[in-house]
């Protein structure tokens, strides 16, 4: 008898923490969504010290890293996020955004490839939720940039596309 009642203690001790570690990442989200950003990761990764495998924390917490311009970071937190919760379609729409962003500050080449791995993770949350208004929206950004860089690449020479500048206009003297 003893033994049943020590099972149930320590199962019922093991539902009090993860329910624990729920409210905490609700508490994690409320912060972040005040733009308390010191205060939302330290619960969060206060989450994750005694439960590694709470996605939902490590999305708050990429989240800040995001919002802080740690945009690397972010990706691999999103990456993290989307392995605990893989049916989880906001982690991937996280981790597209997040490298769209660092897309931005890339060379063309690198941009693409960062595009191409954004494409994958929002087709992938489509693919788990088709009509979900994140997808769809990072879908079209996505399509709205990759015609925009396009663009871009027809009207430079290869040398400016490599420079990532335009040369500046000469003047006349």
């Avoid at 010290?49 to 995001?66: K, M, Y």
């Avoid at 982690?91 to 693409?112: I, T």
């Amino acid at each position: 008898m003893d033994a049943f009642r020590s099972r149930a203690s320590s199962a019922d001790d093991q539902e009090m923490e993860r329910t624990a570690g729920h409210s905490e990442v609700d508490q994690a989200l409320d912060l972040l969504r005040l733009g308390h950003l010191d205060e939302a990761e330290a619960v969060a990764l206060r989450v994750l010290e005694t439960d590694p495998t709470n996605g939902h924390a490590t999305l708050v917490w990429a989240h800040a890293l995001v919002r802080r311009g740690r945009l690397d970071d972010a990706v691999a937190a999103f990456e993290h996020a989307v392995a605990q919760a893989p049916t989880a379609p906001e982690m991937r729409f996280g981790l597209a955004s997040s490298l769209m962003q660092l897309a931005s500050s890339q060379s063309p080449y690198f941009r693409r490839e960062l595009w191409g791995r954004a494409r994958a993770a929002t087709t992938a949350g489509l693919e788990l939720a088709p009509d979900h208004p994140d997808g769809l929206r990072l879908l079209e950004l996505l399509r709205g940039w990759e015609l925009a860089d396009e663009k871009e690449t027809t009207d430079r020479t290869p040398m400016e596309m490599l420079d990532r500048r335009r040369p500046p206009p000469r003047s006349a003297q």
